[in-house]
Nanobody, 120 residues
Framework: VQLQASGGGLVQPGGSLRLSCAAS????????MGWYRQAPGKQRELVATITSGRTTNYADSVKGRFTISRDNAKNTVYLQMNSLKPEDTAVYFCNVDIRARGGAPIHNYWGQGTQVTVSS
């Protein structure tokens, strides 16, 4: 299983970006999907998660600005980021719980990270 994240870049404060993370390989089912971020000198922190039933959870710092969604047909999770602030600057990582085959255990996977820089 591989996770391919994309959509990062440089944006001005107040701008928007949309991150995508597509899972590929042998996949039977996908449970929770999420996004985390890590700023320089800081620990990795949760940004948002979405369950298979589409229940979402957000860090307080991004509530009302970020929206997580998923497309099960494409095995893809998205993060729409609006009203971006300089403090949102970080490497963003996707994280997905995948069952490769029916009856097999669920494994957790991380994407490679995509840089988001918010600066004027």
């Amino acid at each position: 299983v591989q996770l391919q994240a994309s959509g990062g870049g440089l944006v001005q404060p107040g701008g928007s970006l949309r991150l995508s993370c597509a899972a590929s390989g042998t996949i039977f089912s996908i449970n929770a999907m999420g996004w985390y971020r890590q700023a320089p000198g800081k620990q990795r922190e949760l940004v948002a998660t979405i369950t298979s039933g589409r229940t979402t959870n957000y860090a307080d710092s991004v509530k009302g600005r970020f929206t997580i969604s998923r497309d099960n047909a494409k095995n893809t999770v998205y993060l729409q980021m609006n009203s971006l602030k300089p403090e949102d600057t970080a490497v963003y990582f996707c994280n997905v719980d995948i069952r490769a085959r029916g009856g097999a255990p669920i494994h957790n996977y991380w994407g490679q990270g995509t840089q988001v820089t918010v600066s004027s």
